[in-house]
C-alpha cells in the first residue's frame, strides 16, 4: 500500500470527531423537555458555535442543529417580549409540543431557528472523505452518527487541524493539496 492510501483507509471520522475517549459527553438540546433556563445555562457555560438537537438524551435521535447565536437571541427576546416566558417555561423545537398541565408557564417555540437536515457522517467514513465534503459544500461543522445515534462533531477547524497534523506527519502528502 502507498502511504497516502493507508492513511485515506486508516483515518475515519471517529478518529477526528469530538468528543474524543475521556471528553465529557457532547453538549446536546433536546427536542422538548428542557427549560429557558437549561438551555441559558447550556450558553452560559459553553462556548460552541451550535448544539445537535436530539429526541431525548437516551435516545441520542439527531433531530437537528441549533446556532448558538440564533439560540441566544431567540431566548433574550422571548424573555422581553413574549407574554408568559419564564425561566421554567419548556423549549419545544417540534411542531407539536407535548400539552402540559395548565399550571404550567408558556412554552416557548424554537422551530424555526432549528436547522433539519445538519449534514452528517457515519464514525466510519474516512476523512479523505470528509475533508472533501467539506470542502466541496462549504461546512462548517458535520455531525457523526453510528446506527442512527449521534457519536460526535467534527467542526471546519477540527478538519484544519487534522489536515495539518497529517502534513506534518508526512510532509509528502498531497492529498489534500
Ligand atoms: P471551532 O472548532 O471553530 O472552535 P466550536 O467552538 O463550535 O468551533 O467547537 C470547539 C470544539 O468543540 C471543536 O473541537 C468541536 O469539535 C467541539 N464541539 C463543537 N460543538 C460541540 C458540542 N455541542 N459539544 C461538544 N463539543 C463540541
Known sequence: LEAKEEFSHKTRAMDVMRPRKNDPPLTVITQDSMTVEDVETIVTKTTYSGYPVVVSRAS???VGFVLRRDLIISVENARKKQ??????SIICFTDYCPPLPPSSPSVLKLRSILDLSPFTVTDETPMEIVVDIF???GLRQCLVTHNGKLLGIITKKDVLKHIAQMANQDPDSILFN
Do not use: Y
Open 60 to 62: 441520542q435521535r439527531l
Open 135 to 137: 470542502r466541496k459544500l
Open 83 to 88: 407574554d408568559g416566558i419564564v425561566s421554567t
